[in-house]
């Protein structure tokens, strides 16, 4: 029988209009076989998007063109998007060199860099959802599914809730593992004119990179659109001020030649996994299950994760096995949430070209502090024996043709590009 669990998922609901929320709500409408199917796409139109989610990584532009229908193209113009073929590093690591981590095949696969408001906007056009704009007090399980319990309604009950609230409002060790061996926590954002654009309706061919320029205080990335550039300085704010930043970020713009800016917003984040990202009824996704600095841009490959697996799951598993599947899946998203950051605080390892206050701390009581963030006994998962192995393998003078496909969160090309180019 094809999709065998769709006759138990007759009702969904989908909660927050971010990226996360609305990458959901499509993959549901597309996915789902059934035309009976009721889906509520419920948000708070009091409560904004982040919205800043702006580098992706391959996987997203095959992903948009199967939720759309459209063609690349068209899907990369509705974006204002560019091609992202990697990450240029600057100044990053103990050698003194720039280097680029390409996707692999390298400059053939590409990611976008891409519009976050545009994107869930093109989304909204394939879900066919119920919208519902109301607060969200509680989700409870009940018996089969889960209940919502809105603000000025009444409850409803649905047979899968996605969780797309964004971030938790604070972090507690029993929910979730805390990463703090990634030594950042704030971002500061701002928008300077675009420098590459559509020429005629066509989009824009040429390779780009997302641009990671490492900085006394942290680092800058800046991702080039084609209505806007946008310029982000990631730092700690228990270690640089505010004041001092801005005068970095000032004289970085100014050295590239930037004479305008708008400021956007001053964005404070955690770095964290929840331990519960599925339960079998209620899906943690986006912001809401995990997040990290956004070094790699991990978060909306990390969404397209969680919908994926848990979609599949609920639609192609047979209804009795789900007690059995949905601790299995849960185990999984959270090993590869952390492998991302295990990955992510792997970069700051080997230090930059600066000897500041902050990268003294990133590179010598930051990261070291991995191995116990991520002890299988306290963090309920084989992340960090995973992520060792990788390591080992890099330590290697010959890596072994069997081991060419190996991944921990990203493949092993992407941990080669980052140990030769960190020198680590
Ligand atoms: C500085 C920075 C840079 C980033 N860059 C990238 C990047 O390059 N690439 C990448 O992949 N990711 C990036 N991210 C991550 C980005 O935040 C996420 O990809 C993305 O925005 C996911 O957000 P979300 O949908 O989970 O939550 P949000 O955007 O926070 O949306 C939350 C939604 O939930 C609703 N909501 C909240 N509470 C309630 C309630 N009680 N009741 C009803 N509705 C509610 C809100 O109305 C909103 O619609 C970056 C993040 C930061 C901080």
């Not at 113009?77 to 690591?93: D, Q």
């Not at 990611?111 to 408001?117: F, I, Q, T, V």
């Not at 800016?261 to 899906?283: M, S, W």
């Not at 960090?384 to 003078?397: K, T």
Request: charged share 20%.
């Amino acid at each position: 029988m094809i999709n065998p669990g769709s006759r138990f998922l007759k009702k969904i609901a989908v909660v927050g209009r971010g990226t996360a929320g609305s990458l959901a709500a499509a993959s549901v409408a597309r996915m789902h076989p059934d035309s009976e199917l009721e889906l509520h796409h419920i948000y708070d139109s009091r409560i904004p998007v982040i919205g800043v989610g702006e580098g992706s990584w391959p996987s997203l532009v095959q992903e948009l063109q199967q939720l759309t229908r459209l063609s690349h193209q068209d899907v990369q113009l509705r974006l204002k998007g560019t091609r992202k073929y990697g990450v240029a590093f600057e100044g990053w690591g103990r050698r003194g060199r720039d280097f680029t981590h390409f996707f692999t095949p390298q400059q053939v696969s590409y990611g976008y860099h891409l519009s976050a408001d545009l994107m869930a906007e093109l989304l909204h056009e394939s879900a066919g959802a119920s919208h519902i704009d109301a607060k969200i007090c509680k989700i409870n399980r009940v018996e089969g599914g889960a209940e919502v319990e809105f603000e000025g309604r009444a409850p409803e009950r649905y047979d899968l809730v996605f969780d797309a609230r964004g971030f938790p409002r604070e972090l507690h060790s029993s929910q979730h593992i805390g990463i703090s061996f990634i030594p950042t926590n704030t971002a500061m954002i701002r928008r300077c004119p675009a420098t590459v654009r559509d020429i005629k309706g066509e989009p824009v061919i040429e390779h780009t990179y997302t641009r990671a320029v490492a900085r006394p205080h942290g680092w800058i990335f800046v991702i080039p659109l084609t209505i806007h550039t946008s310029y982000g300085y990631v730092f700690n704010q228990g270690i640089s001020s505010l004041d001092e930043v801005e005068a970095d970020f000032d004289a970085f713009l100014e050295a590239d030649g930037v004479a305008d800016f708008e400021h956007r917003a001053v964005i404070p984040f955690p770095n964290f996994v929840h331990r519960q990202i599925y339960d079998g009824a209620v899906a943690r996704i986006g912001n809401a299950a995990a997040f990290m600095e956004p070094l790699e841009a991990t978060a909306i490959v990390s969404a397209q994760l969680q919908i994926g697996m848990v979609l599949n799951m609920r639609l192609n598993r047979s209804i009795e096995h789900l007690e059995r599947d949905a601790p299995v899946v849960n185990r999984f998203l959270v090993r590869s949430m952390l492998s991302y950051g295990l990955f992510v605080g792997w970069h700051y390892s080997c230090g930059s070209r600066f000897e500041s206050g902050f990268w003294r701390y990133a590179r010598d009581q930051a990261w070291p502090e991995h191995r116990k963030a991520a002890d299988p006994d306290i963090a309920g998962c084989d992340a960090l024996p995973r992520f060792d192995e990788m390591i080992s393998l890099m330590n290697q003078p010959i890596i072994d043709k069997a081991d060419w496909n190996r991944m921990c969160a990203v493949p092993l090309t992407s941990y080669a590009q980052m140990s030769q180019g960190l020198g680590c």
